[in-house]
């Protein structure tokens, strides 16, 4: 960063700079009489007005409006001076320096015809006590010597034209400046005039010897992983606007705006450009400029900060303010963890979301070894549907995203049997496949659905009540883990998330949902564990009869979950419990249905997903006992969110009566989404030995120009599922910022 070396003010001071251009408008009037001896006269005194900076420090310049000349037809050969009469008053500490410019150095009569040069038109004083003949000139005094300035422009100033300067306080200080013209023999007779000329006062108040920038907004610049700038959702590649405030006004008071010419910004070193369009105050001056980013070598990546400087071309001051700017990545992926996540958006602007569910269960290598009539396609999941749209948020506003997880697969035929989980965020399970008729063998199990991928607002922790476990009082023989909180909610389908600590799955033995304690429990209640949090689904209709039975005079309507956990597990406890309504999410993509024997999972959504696939013959004996699992759409099918699961009945010794041959086959569990898939539906006996399941449904009503479409659907891409579907078949959400209040086309 360039130092300035020149005066300083106390410590603990801001950097304050008032600029009091006083518009010096000394029309020199060159007129030619006859036997007049040389006249000089002035105009009206004029006193602008003070500018007081925050911190107390003020400058007033008086000046005269005009000076004239006016000289005989006599050559006198000689050069006219006249005193400029310019009084300065400040209570700097350090005092303040004055300088003088003009737009134009010449002289000219009314018609532009006849012109008088300046004087000197090197880049410094010249000491000098006369004007070469038929010139005029600015004199000031140096060390008691007389020296003609240099005319500096605004755009071009420098010390050269710094015509009085003070370290302490003054009160009508009357720098020692003349205007001097030199007429010969051969000049035109007329009235010459000047263009107006400017003062600039720089009002010294800097602790130390730099200048630091005051204030920059727009500080975090979006980048892509490659580094490259962000593309707009117009499909355009964005620059970057900045506004900065430099303490220091450099310009005259009758001017609208300040000179873009007058300025140089950079930003890590590349160009920033200057735009026209300024804001004075008494303390600064507040400029935009541009940047475009992709034109960075080597690129900037996100993590890495930049220093902003600016310099000011007409008295060489820089201000800088190093780690100004933050390079933030400009698209976020989310993969599946099994749990939420939080986003935080880091700007204001328009966010593109992409989400995808997450496929059926994969199949083990006995499944995909296992052929149905010579179909290779046996236990196949269906795959996750693709939903996108542009959603705007606030800086700092707070969204959570659910990565759904693919299905677990259910048990190989000869094994033992068990429900196969579906996946996280609402796949439906697979049941077990039932003894084999003759044997103590299990047939096979069905697949789990995958689980829906969705982005939603933040909510309420009652986690926060802190008496969510375990405490004096509890009988340790209790099964349940905890008493309350109640939670005061609306009617309508939700998906309580909680989350635990020291409860292994070996120990958690469900739950207990219910609106009236001990009175009314609420149905269509599903329950996922994925490590540490619960999901409990459930159904809060606005058609349930009253609560009697609320504690503590709670109004209601209001719902308790508690958890049961086995008696020797002492230490469990919930850290956080949120109630998310489910009809209140921005997006979501549905997850696929899992695949079985005999049907291969339908895909999820799309606001219509996929149905189950036969993938056998209809000349199969019992092929109109099987049952096709629908998928779900969101207005007539589907669950609350979550994809249906088949449950395996017991009959007399645990299993449904068989038949003489055939397999009793687990089904497989639906997809999870805006609403879930459904499984086969019918009896589960020796007639109706199999069934497939479907995807869950897509939702884009929380964005805008949504998108929601499931795998092969007509006339939508397959190609997106290349790009961003994972390889191991999980969901997927990627946000990117598209357009914010910085970026500029």
Not at 434 to 452: I, P
Request: with cysteine.
């Amino acid at each position: 960063m360039k130092k300035i070396t020149r005066r300083t003010l106390g410590k603990n001071l801001a950097p304050v700079f008032s600029l009091l251009g006083c518009l010096a408008v000394f029309a020199i009037s060159l007129l030619i009489y006859s036997s007049t001896y040389a006249v000089v006269t002035y105009g009206n005194q004029n006193t602008a007005s003070t500018d007081t900076s925050t911190n107390g420090y003020y400058l007033t310049i008086s000046h005269r409006n005009a000076v004239t000349f006016g000289i005989d037809n006599t050559s006198f050969n000689q050069t006219l001076k006249a005193p400029a009469q310019i009084g300065v008053t400040t209570n700097s500490l350090t005092g303040y320096k004055l300088y003088i410019t003009g737009a134009d150095s010449n002289l000219k009569t009314d018609d532009g015809l006849h012109t008088i040069p300046y004087d000197n038109l090197t880049a410094s004083p010249v000491q000098k006590t006369n004007l070469t003949q038929n010139s005029w000139g600015i004199f000031v005094k140096k060390s008691g010597q007389d020296y003609v300035i240099p005319l500096c422009t605004i755009s071009e100033l420098t010390e050269a034209c710094l015509i009085a300067e003070s370290n302490t306080p003054v009160t009508n200080a009357q720098p020692d400046v003349s205007f001097g013209v030199h007429v010969g023999t051969n000049i035109a007779s007329g009235s010459y005039h000047s263009v107006p000329l400017v003062y600039s006062a720089v009002l010294n108040t800097s602790s130390t010897a730099e200048f630091p920038i005051r204030n920059i907004t727009n500080t975090k610049v979006p980048l892509m992983q490659n580094g490259d700038t962000v593309t707009s959702s117009t499909n355009k590649k964005l620059k970057h606007r900045f506004k900065i405030e430099v303490p220091i006004l450099e310009l005259d008071r009758a001017m609208v705006r300040p000179d873009p010419s007058m300025y140089t910004a950079t930003v890590g070193g590349i160009k920033c450009d200057i735009e026209d369009l300024f804001e004075k105050t008494k303390d600064g001056v507040t400029f935009a400029c541009v940047a475009d980013f992709s034109t960075a070598n080597p690129k900037f990546h996100a993590g890495q900060k930049a220093e902003v400087v600016v310099t000011t071309k007409p008295y060489g001051y820089t201000f800088s303010k190093q780690n100004a700017v933050e390079f933030i990545s400009a698209e976020s992926t989310f993969s599946y963890t099994g749990g939420p996540q939080e986003m935080v958006a880091p700007i204001k602007g328009k966010y593109l979301i992409q989400a995808m569910g997450a496929n059926g269960a994969d199949r083990t290598a006995a499944q995909a070894g296992l052929y149905w009539y010579g179909s290779p396609n046996t236990f196949l999941g269906g795959r996750g549907g693709y939903s996108a749209g542009y959603k705007d948020f606030e800086t700092g506003e707070k969204s959570m995203i659910f990565v759904g997880g693919k299905g677990e697969p259910g048990n190989s035929i000869g094994t033992v049997g068990y429900y196969a989980k579906g996946g996280f965020n609402g796949g439906g399970n697979g049941s077990p496949g039932l003894l084999t008729h003759g044997t103590t063998t299990n047939a096979w199990g069905g697949n789990g659905g995958g689980g829906g991928s969705d982005v939603r607002p933040d909510v309420i922790d009652y986690g926060q009540y802190k008496n969510l476990r375990y405490s004096p009082g509890f009988n340790s023989s209790d099964i349940l883990l905890n008493a309350g909180p109640w939670a005061n909610i609306e009617y309508g389908i939700y998906q309580a998330v909680l989350k635990t600590t020291n409860l292994p799955d070996s120990d958690f033995e469900g739950a207990l949902v219910y609106y009236d304690y001990g009175y009314h429990y609420l149905p269509d209640v599903y329950i996922q564990k994925f490590g540490d949090y619960i999901l409990v689904y459930f159904s809060y209709p606005a058609s349930s009869p009253a609560a009697t039975h609320l504690p503590g005079g709670n109004p209601g309507p209001a719902v308790e979950i508690r958890l049961k956990v086995k008696t020797t597990n002492q230490v469990a406890d919930i850290t956080s419990m949120k109630f998310y309504k489910l009809d209140e999410r921005y997006i979501v993509a549905g997850g696929g249905g899992g695949g079985s024997l005999t049907h291969m999972g339908g895909n999820g959504g799309g606001t219509s997903a996929g149905d189950s696939q036969y993938i056998g013959p209809t000349s199969e004996p019992n092929y109109n006992n099987f049952h096709t699992g629908l998928g779900a759409d969101n207005v007539t099918r589907g669950g609350g969110g979550f994809g249906y699961g088949a449950s395996a009945p017991k009959h007399n010794n645990g299993y449904p009566e068989l038949g003489a041959t055939g397999d009793i086959l687990g089904r497989p569990g639906a997809g999870g989404g805006w609403h879930g898939g459904f499984t086969g539906q019918g009896t589960y006996d020796r007639f109706h030995v199999s069934a497939g399941a479907g995807g869950g449904s897509g939702y884009v009503g929380g964005v805008s120009d949504g998108v929601s479409f499931a795998f092969g659907e007509a006339g939508r891409p397959t190609t997106i599922w290349d790009n961003l579907e994972p390889a191991d078949k999980n969901g997927v959400v990627k946000i990117r910022i598209t357009d914010y209040q910085g970026g500029v086309e």
